[in-house]
């Protein structure tokens, strides 16, 4: 019965869960704030280029007006009889209430700050309200930078200049134009920068989703293991970056790896329940034969002499059955915790001709071939090769007519050693060979415990080599030990 691996609960999908939750929504998170807090920066240094440029400017022309102004020596009176200050006049003319507030602001106060008239122009309200604005003129002469000052609502940057008869020079130049200009760059950048925000936020939601979908292969693919499709691996995709690629390369390895390590798992589980059941059933003949003629002997039933040592005789034999039983039970534990075999060079002809010898003395009636000429030294167990052969041929002498043909042979070729024994006996179907290693496993029901075969694999995938069968109903059986490279030498 296959036992699957408890199911567990599904893991969501990455894409099922949004928001700042998901690595997706977190890494859009991150760029969008990264790149909005690039634009405020670039926003606000440009901004700040830009006003100190401008006010560069009209600071650089209100200083060059007012030098002119205060280094020439100059009075109020001789100002107001030179006609080539008529300029001035155009930036006295009141304006009407419907005209804009003037770009330049020009007005001349006496020494306690009120404004005094100019060409026989009385002073203006523009020109009393920027005295107002001004209150003490001698502030503005003290510092040379100009100040920002309001008149009327409207933003200036004002300085003055004292003339030679003591009356003070107010001039001022409008900064509206640069802070509407300012204002208009700060929306036009935000403007600007919300929709890179927007474009950068579906580019990088796109871009990581497509990323991203390696990842959700793993999680779906790790779903599916847990529920049993234990064949599932996750698919490569052009997308993937070296990280992941990795990540993918990794994770199907040790994906096979648990797949094999629980194919074992159930197919050592399974052998186990079926030689559990296998060596109950072989012990449980020999214990019942032993009860039985126990019983019989307790209720005086074995009267006559020769049947109570006929009874003791299979006594005995089930009993050395039994032992040779777990013996053999006992080796293929042994033989199952890879037990330290002890290696020394030793000649698998002489143990080849040994095996022949013991089968003559058993079955002399037997036609017996062996190859087995020379001295051929292999870096082996000699116990565990003995057990080999006597296996071997005890299959032989139990399975086998007594009159059926045997070859012995061993030779080496290509690097490697192989050891055959061949019999010309009635040999096993596809289905029995199929089984032929398996414990407890006797074709037809025949003689013997079954464990011979299995113990001769045991000890030879210990030497690290291999055992094969080549069979066929009436053509006999051929057991082939194939020793591994490097370990033999022909002597």
Known sequence: MRVLPQPLKRVPRPGCKRGIHSLRGKLTLANVALLALGIVAATAVSVMGMRYYLLDQIDSELTKTRDSLGGSQLTLREIDSLSMLGFVRDRL????EDQPRPDSLFAAVDSRGKPVGLLGFEPTEAQHAFAEAVDDPRTLIENPEPHDIHVQGAAYRASATRLSDGTYILLATSTDGLHKGVAKAIKLDLAIGTLLLALLAC?????????????????????????????????????????????????????????????????????????VGDASHELRTPLSAIRGYLQLYDKGMLTDPGERRRAWDRMNGEVDRMGRLVDELLTLARLDQQPELRFRNVDITRLVRDAAEDLRVQQPQRPLTVDADGSLLVHADESGLRQVLGNLVGNVRTHTPADAPVRLGVERADGIVRLCVADKGPGLGPQDA?????????????????????????????HGGEVTVRTAPGEGLAVTVTLPAGAAVRS
């Open 93 to 96: 003319v009141q304006q009407s």
């Open 203 to 275: 580019l990088t939601m796109f871009s990581v989703r497509r990323r991203m979908r390696p990842l959700e292969d793993m999680v779906e693919t790790s779903s599916a293991i847990a529920e049993g499709d234990l064949t599932r691996r996750v698919p490569s995709s052009s997308e993937a970056t070296l990280e992941v690629e990795q990540l993918r390369v990794a994770l199907n390895s040790m994906l096979h790896q648990v797949e094999s390590a629980y194919r074992t798992r159930e197919r050592s589980a399974a052998q186990l329940r079926r030689f």
């Open 434 to 462: 199929a089984r032929v290693f398996d414990r407890f496993f006797r074709s037809g029901g025949g003689a013997g415990s079954g464990l011979g075969m299995a113990i001769v694999q045991g000890v030879v995938h210990a």
